[in-house]
């Protein structure tokens, strides 16, 4: 656990730093004033494309508010450690499980709304996906879009 009295690029730059696939990180800027603020990092791995581009992935998950409201985000980087671009999700539950032959893979299992036995696969070999479909019960689900701000 880190005390996180620093930005968001900070934060990314220290999980980037680390390079430990598959290892979460934990930070914490809660006070009595704004109530919780928790962020949860964890370096997912690396996807290669058909053209060669190797892509960093680091799933970020914050927890903040009396209410402990969610936010999840995809962040992907180039092999030095560049920001390339995010995906904005809905909820931190909705974040990607692990990379796995150049896929990101998302599980419903912690989703009491939706087929926990669901498993979607997003591709990358062919570049980075304008947009997602994370599949919750049948065909229906979430749609996010890929944005290049920072």
Known sequence: MCNASFGQKDIRKIV???NKVGKSFYFDS???KH???KIYVKYLGNIVTS????LTVLSWERVWGVNRHTTGIIYLFDQKNNYI???ILGDGKDLPYKVQS???VFMNTNKSKCDNKLVTRINFE???PPNIFLKCKGESGDIYSFS???
């Not at 053209?51 to 190797?54: G, S, T, V, Y």
């Open 16 to 18: 980037l730093i680390k």
């Open 148 to 150: 290049e701000e920072d």
């Open 102 to 104: 150049n896929n990101l």
């Open 35 to 37: 109530g919780v603020n």
């Open 85 to 87: 671009g995010k995906y």
């Open 30 to 32: 809660s006070n009595k």
């Open 51 to 54: 053209d060669k581009k190797n």
């Open 126 to 128: 062919k570049g980075i």
